[in-house]
Every structure is written in structure tokens, then in C-alpha cells.
């Protein structure tokens, strides 16, 4: 599975953007599809997930109500929609697929490339 992610920008506080992850190769195998964001010198956080069959999905605490994933089977496509954007939502996001424990990066098996969102106060 190759994972493709993309949407980050610079935006000011309060502000939103979108991001996409586009997966390709053994989609049938990326049961599990997530954001993970992380800066520099800390651990990679998780952020949101979803079945990629189902309609589950999962928040980290400091996202709810703000983020929202969504997927799109036909276009092999994940979204993270992203207001209300805060300073502190400034990272590198990833997304990965394939995870057994839907909140543990290291479950993950495959990795898109970083895709990054600055957010100015």
C-alpha cells in the first residue's frame, strides 16, 4: 500500500484546511487508515482514524469537535477536515494505514510522507 498525503498549508488561527491522503496498491488490505502529527523532538501523536470499510471513527482528545475524518472509497481516499485551527495544531501530519490498535503509531505498517500545517497566531 502506498499512501500519498497532501493539504498542508499555512493558515491563521482559526482558520481550516483539508487534508487528503490517497492510498494505491493493496487498498483492500489498509483496513485501518489514520493521521498521526508530530514536531520536532516529540513522539508521534495520534490524531484521528477510521475503518476503511466501516463507519467507525476515533479522535484524539485534543482534536474533538474540531477535526473530522472522512473517507471516500471510490477515490481510495481519506480526509482530515481541520477548523477551528490553533497554533498548537502546528505539525507535521501523516497518514498510515494498516494499524492493528487504532491510537499506537507503531501498530501502523504503512506511511504516507509528512505533509505540513503551520498554523500563525
Known amino acids: 500500500v502506498q499512501l500519498q498525503a497532501s493539504g498542508g498549508g499555512m493558515v491563521q488561527t482559526g482558520g481550516y484546511l483539508r487534508l487528503s491522503c490517497e492510498a494505491s496498491?493493496?487498498?483492500?488490505?489498509?483496513?485501518?487508515v489514520g493521521w498521526f502529527r508530530q514536531v520536532p523532538g516529540k513522539e508521534r501523536e495520534f490524531v484521528s482514524a477510521?475503518?476503511?470499510?466501516?463507519?467507525?471513527?476515533y479522535y484524539g482528545n485534543s482534536v474533538k469537535g474540531r477535526f473530522t475524518i472522512s473517507r471516500d472509497n471510490a477515490k481510495n481516499t481519506v480526509y482530515l477536515q481541520m477548523n477551528s485551527l490553533k497554533p498548537e495544531d502546528t505539525a507535521v501530519y501523516y497518514c498510515?494505514?494498516?494499524?492493528?490498535?487504532?491510537?499506537?503509531?507503531?501498530?501502523?505498517?504503512?506511511w504516507g510522507q509528512g505533509t505540513l500545517v503551520t498554523v500563525s497566531s
Open positions: 498510515a494505514a494498516g494499524g492493528g490498535a487504532v491510537y499506537y503509531a507503531r501498530s501502523y505498517i504503512y
Open positions: 496498491g493493496r487498498t483492500f488490505s489498509a483496513n485501518l
Open positions: 477510521i475503518t476503511w470499510s466501516g463507519s467507525s471513527t
